[in-house]
């Protein structure tokens, strides 16, 4: 019987100001002043003994968070429209969880698995327009809610032979609902109940797979398929009034993604190291259950690939170590592809990275044969490439803006590492 702890404590404090319209004109400037803090703690108490391996523990999670955002308009004249979207928030989340793997002798292994998760979100928004502070987009209160799920998870696993694996798996995830805070205008109380709350996320994924060790288990396979459906989805959408050019969380539906995978890890020879991998995703919005009182976009349909999920990416490293004096040298190559990926759920060209695209990474690994240190130099995007990675927009509304944020460019770094 072992006992964890982990423990975490975060606190910021960040200012930043946004153009969305990218002229010298103010047509829509958003100014963040933002101060917040988070503590976490985790207990596990660990079991093991001959075939059995056990984990129970308990999470909690309490933040809170003061944000100030000013959003500066520039309607029909005669002036700058200047609403105020402050915010309070205040969450807290706590766990119960355990998981159990038994052996049935060498060849069978079963786990099986349960969480519950209560998170406690509260939300306390003071949003108007400067030109009437009193008149309140939303009354001027604690919004509080508590969202709950039961998680099981459980898999089988096969021994063939000592090279060879393979298992399958079912589990559940849950992403708790909230509050939206931003509004650019009045809310009546019909759009208030339909719009300002959203409801957490469920997911049901199944999954099948093998691992294998090959040619003398120099050569690692893990191959997988999996299925992931959604309920109620969230998805962060900019429309039409009442929410205008703000962002928007609401529950969109179901959703799927069906993929499979592939890695290898490959030690060649003596001093060389090949490692692979493939992936591909099928994604798509299945239903759409968004209240009649919310506008949506006419790019929010059925058939939608879901954000940040391309259908193909791999990955193709190679390493070599040589040696020199006392010295361990290895250069290293890293080369990552992905394919058209989108960055909304309405899936808007304007702000996607339409074609497939390569990044490329080098470093070298320096350490002594027998000593404690490691130095690592290296660059990465080593090519300079130039593609987008996010974005958004808000192209059906009088704004009518699209924007994108790029990768950075070529980044080189040092890292060094000593053990005690």
Do not use: C
């Not at 849950?174 to 805070?181: A, I, L, T």
């Not at 259950?289 to 990955?315: C, M, S």
Request: aromatic residues 12%; charged residues 20%; without cysteine.
């Amino acid at each position: 019987m072992s006992v964890k702890s982990i423990g975490a404590y975060r606190s910021a404090r960040w200012k930043g100001n946004r153009d969305a319209d990218n002229t010298p004109l103010t047509i829509l400037n958003t100014i963040y002043d933002v101060h917040g803090w988070q503590w976490s703690q985790e207990l596990q108490a660990i079991y093991r003994h001959e075939a059995l391996t056990a984990v129970v523990g308990a999470y909690y999670f309490k933040q809170r968070s003061n944000d100030i955002v000013t959003v500066e308009l520039n309607p029909p004249p005669p002036g700058i429209q200047r609403d105020s979207d402050n915010n309070v928030v205040d969450n807290k989340s706590w766990a119960g969880f355990t998981q159990w793997t038994y052996n049935f002798g060498e060849r069978l292994g079963a786990t099986g698995g349960a969480r519950y998760t209560q998170d406690d979100k509260g939300s306390y928004p003071d949003q108007f327009d400067f030109a009437a502070p009193a008149v309140k987009q939303v009354p001027l209160q604690w919004y509080r809610d508590t969202f709950s799920s039961f998680t099981p998870s459980a898999s089988l696993n096969f021994r063939w032979n000592p090279q060879v694996m393979t298992y399958v798996s079912y589990a559940e995830g849950f992403k708790g609902g909230g509050w939206n805070s931003h509004f650019n205008s009045v809310l009546t109380p019909a759009q208030q109940a339909a719009l300002q709350e959203f409801k957490p996320e469920k997911t049901k994924t199944y999954e099948l797979g093998a691992k294998l060790d090959l040619l003398g288990n120099t050569l690692r396979l893990n191959v997988a398929v999996f299925d992931s459906d959604y309920t109620d989805m969230q998805v962060t959408y900019r429309g039409p009034a009442p929410n205008g050019v703000a962002p928007f969380l609401t529950n969109a539906g179901k959703a799927s993604i069906k993929g499979a995978e592939a890695e290898l890890t490959w030690l060649l020879a003596t001093h060389w190291n090949i490692e692979a991998s493939i992936g591909h995703l099928e994604s798509r919005i299945n239903r759409l259950d968004i209240t009649p009182l919310a506008v949506i976009p006419p790019g929010l349909r059925v058939g939608n690939e879901l954000p940040f999920a391309p259908r193909w990416q791999a990955h193709l490293g190679i390493a070599y170590t040589a040696h020199a004096a006392s010295l361990s040298i290895t250069p290293r190559v890293d080369a990552s592809y992905q394919t058209r990926t989108f960055f909304d759920a309405t899936d808007t060209p304007e702000i996607a990275e339409l074609g497939g695209y390569t990044v490329l990474n080098a470093s070298v690994l320096v350490s002594p044969g027998t000593g404690s240190w490691r130095l690592t130099v290296g660059a990465n995007n080593a090519t300079d490439k130039i593609y987008r990675v996010a974005g958004n927009s808000s192209l059906s509304t009088g704004s009518g803006y699209a924007e994108v944020a790029y990768a950075r460019p070529r980044e080189y770094f040092a890292t060094i590492s000593y053990a005690f």
